[in-house]
C-alpha cells in the first residue's frame, strides 16, 4: 500500500549538516506516523525521531537537540534535518511508516512500524 524511497545520504565531515528526504506513495499518507531509524554495522537498528499528528514529534536522546523531523503532507515527503553532525551518527538511514499508530512507546520501536524505505547511508568523517 505504501513504499518508501530515502534520499540525501552522503560522506559530511563532523560539524555538518545534512537532510535526508523521504518520498511516499499510497494514499492516506497524512494518517501515518512518520519515522527515521538508523543502523550502524553490527549495531541493532535503533530509533532516532517520529512524527504524528498535529506535528507532535519525539526524538532520541542522542539527536535530540541536532535534528528536526518534518513533513509536507501535500508532497507525500518526510525530512530528517541533520546539524552538528558526529562521527557517531554515521549508519544506514530508514525511513519507516505506520497507519493509526497510538500515543504509546510502541512509536519509538521498530517492530511497530510495516513499511520502510531501502536506507540511505550516512557517513560523517571525524
Known amino acids: 500500500q505504501v513504499q518508501l524511497v530515502e534520499s540525501g545520504g552522503r560522506l559530511v565531515q563532523a560539524g555538518g549538516s545534512l537532510r535526508l528526504t523521504c518520498a511516499a506513495s499510497?494514499?492516506?499518507?497524512?494518517?501515518?506516523?512518520m519515522a527515521w531509524f538508523r543502523q550502524a554495522p553490527g549495531k541493532e537498528r535503533e530509533f532516532v525521531a517520529v512524527?504524528?499528528?498535529?506535528?507532535?514529534?519525539d526524538y532520541a536522546d542522542s539527536v535530540k537537540g541536532r535534528f528536526t523531523i518534518s513533513r509536507d503532507n501535500a508532497k507525500n515527503t518526510v525530512y530528517l534535518q541533520m546539524n552538528s553532525l558526529k562521527p557517531e551518527d554515521t549508519a544506514v538511514y530508514y525511513c519507516?511508516?505506520?497507519?493509526?499508530?497510538?500515543?504509546?512507546?510502541?512509536?519509538?520501536?521498530?517492530?511497530?512500524?510495516?513499511?520502510w524505505g531501502q536506507g540511505t547511508q550516512v557517513t560523517i568523517s571525524s
Open positions: 519507516a511508516g505506520q497507519l493509526r499508530m497510538p500515543y504509546s512507546p510502541a512509536r519509538f520501536q521498530s517492530s511497530t512500524y510495516d513499511y
Open positions: 499510497g494514499r492516506t499518507f497524512s494518517q501515518y506516523a
Open positions: 512524527i504524528r499528528y498535529f506535528d507532535n514529534t
